[in-house]
Nanobody
């Protein structure tokens, strides 16, 4: 049974950095498309970045390009999200997600993901 566990969230001042981690257990991370989503209070869960859907391709939402970087360490079954130059509008609960096998829809849709972590809170103060 696949499980995802995020960590690394916290409180940081604007302009600061955080690195989130997501440990993938119950399967092999190397064969799974992964993503990070975020959800602010009272808002829907939205796409941040996806990796591994197509070889060599990584997709970022426009607002985080140049500031956030996704990476993975398959030997440790861990996906990371390095977040630099954080802004107050980045405050949210961040979720990592694993792609549904054989899903052929859009990588930015929550419908494309079968596995979800419990989330980790990121708060950026101004």
């Amino acid at each position: 049974q696949v499980q995802l566990v995020e960590s690394g969230g916290g409180l940081v001042q604007a302009g600061g950095s955080l690195r989130l981690s997501c440990v993938f257990s119950g399967g092999s991370l190397s064969s799974v498309g992964m993503a990070w989503f975020r959800q602010a209070p009272g808002k829907e869960r939205v796409f941040v970045v996806a990796d591994g859907w197509r070889p060599g391709n990584t997709y970022y939402t426009e607002s985080v390009k140049g500031r956030f970087t996704i990476s993975r360490e398959n030997a440790k079954n861990t996906v990371y999200l390095q977040m630099n130059n954080l802004k107050p509008e980045d405050s949210a609960v961040y979720y990592c997600a694993g792609k549904k096998p054989l899903y052929s829809g859009n990588f930015y849709s929550v419908l494309g993901y079968e596995y979800w972590g419990q989330g980790t809170q990121v708060t950026v103060s101004s």
